[in-house]
Nanobody
Framework: QVQLVESGGGLVQPGGSLRLSCAASGSISSDNVMGWYRQAPGKQRELVAAIASGGNTYYGDAVKGRFTISRDNAKNTVYLQMNSLKPEDTAVYHC???????????WGRGTQVTVSS
């Protein structure tokens, strides 16, 4: 059974940093694309960043230049380094792992990130 468990969320002041981690267990292929999504109250879930098995990355416009996604295939873990955080970054952040074809997708339960003074 595949499980994705996020950690590292919390309360941070504007301009601060957080590092999220997502540990995967079970039969997850290292070919899977790993991604971070977020959902704020009253808003749709949006893709924040994604990283392919070869290291290619994608970032949403709202986080470019501030967030960095990385993965450690040996540890089955993906990270999201978030710098220069803004109040509008407040959301529940979910980890996702999907097959290259998109036919199989797994989700973590999420971790709350709150940016507030």
């Amino acid at each position: 059974q595949v499980q994705l468990v996020e950690s590292g969320g919390g309360l941070v002041q504007p301009g601060g940093s957080l590092r999220l981690s997502c540990a995967a267990s079970g039969s997850i292929s290292s070919d899977n694309v790993m991604g971070w999504y977020r959902q704020a109250p009253g808003k749709q879930r949006e893709l924040v960043a994604a990283i392919a098995s070869g290291g290619n990355t994608y970032y949403g416009d709202a986080v470019k230049g501030r967030f960095t996604i990385s993965r450690d295939n040996a540890k089955n873990t993906v990270y999201l380094q978030m710098n220069s955080l803004k109040p509008e970054d407040t959301a529940v952040y979910h980890c996702n792992s999907r097959s290259p074809s998109g036919s199989v997708s797994y989700w973590g339960r999420g971790t709350q990130v709150t940016v507030s003074s």
